[in-house]
């Protein structure tokens, strides 16, 4: 009986329940539902299966091993940090939506079919699109629209690959899939829209900016890292992975450093990091699999952290744009403490947890991958520490505002985002500092020792490459918070080459239409012309005959007609 009391339904009662509450025993609902769902988890004992037969089919509602155990429990403490962030938020729809978004979320990864997955994906679809709209406004909208068709297609790439499988007599429980089959590449699609393939990527930075603060950072908990755990469980090992994720990593640390909104960039940072994720994936060795999921664990963390303290700045200043932001250090010391916390575990530095996580990635690349794989993700390290590590805390805290920025008197955070971000320094420190704890939950156990002297010491010259980077940029004014025109990326098929190619096809169109109707016209003139000849007061045919050679006419017809029959 417990084993029904799934953590993903208690956090969907939850919600449903803090819609249906008020004040104070709204804020507690909001509070205890992830704590309630956290207690469910623990009752699980590892290896539990819940079947359940519907319609005629045996789909495996709750699967518990080691992989849906970690990210269940980064998920739910992430949701508990979330909720208490956004507690300065009014908005009962946005609070019901996250914490329903989180249900579907720890369902998914609890999912022990594909049909089950299937559902809790799209549940996340829903759900996580109504935070991007409650963002308010046009943009929001018109972002949350954009956003819910990638999703829908995503939705409806594994509902055909799904099908495909069911209709070959595959079984549809969700384990390692074979890419030689057309269903699983299918499926793979599915799975990589949400985790930010290129171009695929275009609905992340589009509309996790316009979502409110509490709505970013909720967003960035979940989607994409219920794609990696998708990626996990039905891809390891899959060597196109590889290099689906070098691009992630190269492209997305350009558009981070260059971008000049600081959320949409480190949106971008977030693809970044998705990229390692998938690579590690990809190579498939034990080692480089538990990478890529104490790496995830860690980024839900860390990503969060940002985003909070980006969120922060937003809610007390208006803006995220670095062009218009600095010196903040004094008037909001907390939030930025925990902002280059959250942005040093980001960018990877020892006793923070991205260091004792992405190492594991770097390591395995460099023991088994293919060389130049090491070389990418070293330039990924590299590009972290440049527009994680010190971009956003020059930008925002530290770097007097530009000439021409009046200063504003900007108080510190509301308390609810201060407990939310010095609660979410927690997990970034103790996965740097104690990562033990954090091996011990990984499916596969390795004798690992990420503070090994020789990766001290790369990582040591690796930051100090960085920082020496950074300072000739800002010596010669190469970066791009001062002044940086708007960016485009591959959305620029649709923002501007579409309606260049539409109005060319509409115009090569309509010359077409308009010969056509010409030529047609010129026929149908001449067909007239030709039948009012014949036919018209004055035509041949119109004319009276003589009695006799109609006769002779009748009589030809129907001798005619006698032959015809006759034969």
């Given amino acids: 009986m417990t084993a029904w009391l799934s953590p993903a339904l208690v956090l969907i009662t939850g919600a449903c329940l803090a819609a249906l509450a008020r004040g104070r025993l709204r804020a507690g609902l909001i509070l205890l539902s992830p704590v309630a769902a956290g207690v469910a988890l623990a009752a699980l004992p590892l290896g539990t299966t819940v079947d359940v037969t519907l319609f005629g089919t045996t789909l495996t509602w709750l699967r518990f091993d080691p992989l849906p155990r970690i990210f269940a429990w980064a998920f739910l403490g992430a949701s508990f940090l979330a909720a208490i962030y956004g507690l300065y938020r009014r908005s009962i729809v946005e609070h019901?939506?996250?914490?329903?978004?989180?249900?579907?979320?720890?369902?998914?990864?609890?999912?022990?079919?594909?049909?089950?997955?299937?559902?809790?994906?799209?549940?996340?679809?829903?759900?996580?699109?109504?935070?991007?709209?409650?963002?308010?406004?046009?943009?929001?909208?018109?972002?949350?629209?954009?956003?819910?068709?990638?999703?829908?297609?995503?939705?409806?790439?594994?509902?055909?690959?799904?099908?495909?499988?069911?209709?070959?007599?595959?079984?549809?429980?969700?384990?390692?899939?074979?890419?030689?089959?057309?269903?699983?590449?299918?499926?793979?699609?599915?799975?990589?829209?949400?985790?930010?393939?290129?171009?695929?990527?275009?609905?992340?930075?589009?509309?996790?900016?316009?979502?409110?603060?509490?709505?970013?950072?909720?967003?960035?908990?979940?989607?994409?890292?219920?794609?990696?755990?998708?990626?996990?469980?039905?891809?390891?090992?899959?060597?196109?992975?590889?290099?689906?994720?070098?691009?992630?990593?190269?492209?997305?640390?350009?558009?981070?450093?260059?971008?000049?909104?600081?959320?949409?960039?480190?949106?971008?940072?977030?693809?970044?990091?998705?990229?390692?994720?998938?690579?590690?994936?990809?190579?498939?060795?034990?080692?480089?699999?538990?990478?890529a999921i104490a790496a995830a664990v860690a980024s839900i963390f860390y990503q969060a952290l940002v985003f909070m303290g980006l969120g922060a700045v937003l809610h007390r200043t208006g803006t995220a744009r670095g062009a218009e932001l600095g010196g903040l250090f004094r008037q909001m010391p907390w939030t930025a403490l925990c902002t280059i916390v959250g942005c040093v575990a980001m960018a990877g530095l020892p006793l923070f947890s991205g260091f004792t996580t992405k190492t594991m990635v770097f390591e395995a690349a460099h023991a088994q991958g293919p060389l130049w794989t090491w070389f990418v993700l070293l330039f990924g390290a590299a590009a972290a520490a440049l527009y994680a590590g010190l971009r956003v805390p020059l930008a925002v805290f530290f770097r007097p505002p530009a000439p021409g920025i009046p200063a504003r008197p900007v108080g510190e955070a509301p308390l609810a985002m201060r407990i939310g971000m010095a609660l979410a320094v927690v997990p970034c420190l103790a996965i740097g500092i104690w990562p033990a704890r954090l091996y011990g939950l990984l499916p596969v156990s390795l004798d690992w020792h990420p503070y090994a002297f020789d990766a001290l010491l790369f990582d040591t010259a690796l930051g100090t490459g960085a920082i020496l980077a950074f300072l000739v940029g800002w010596r010669f004014r190469l970066l791009p918070d001062r002044q940086c025109p708007r960016l485009w990326d591959a959305d620029w098929l649709v923002r501007r080459a579409s309606p260049v190619m539409i109005a060319f096809c509409a115009g090569r169109i309509g010359r077409g239409d308009r010969l056509v109707r010409v030529f047609c016209l010129a026929r149908v003139d001449n067909f007239i012309v030709t039948l009012r000849r014949h036919h018209g007061p004055r035509g041949v045919l119109a004319r009276t005959w003589p009695t006799g050679s109609t006769v002779l006419w009748v009589a030809v017809i129907l001798t005619a007609s006698l032959v015809l029959y006759a034969v």
């Fill in 96 to 291: 019901w939506s996250a914490l329903a978004y989180a249900g579907a979320a720890v369902g998914g990864v609890l999912a022990g079919d594909l049909i089950t997955f299937l559902v809790f994906w799209e549940l996340t679809t829903l759900f996580s699109a109504v935070l991007v709209w409650t963002g308010g406004g046009r943009d929001a909208y018109g972002a949350s629209l954009r956003y819910l068709g990638f999703q829908v297609f995503s939705g409806l790439l594994l509902l055909a690959g799904t099908v495909a499988l069911a209709h070959q007599g595959v079984p549809l429980g969700f384990g390692a899939l074979d890419l030689s089959q057309p269903a699983a590449w299918a499926i793979l699609a599915a799975f990589g829209v949400k985790a930010a393939f290129p171009v695929a990527h275009l609905w992340l930075p589009d509309a996790y900016p316009e979502a409110s603060p509490f709505g970013t950072v909720v967003l960035s908990i979940f989607t994409t890292k219920l794609a990696i755990y998708a990626l996990l469980r039905g891809f390891p090992g899959a060597e196109p992975l590889i290099p689906i994720g070098a691009p992630m990593i190269v492209f997305a640390s350009f558009y981070a450093f260059a971008v000049p909104d600081l959320r949409r960039a480190m949106c971008y940072g977030l693809i970044a990091q998705l990229g390692i994720m998938v690579m590690g994936i990809g190579i498939g060795t034990p080692l480089s699999l538990n990478g």
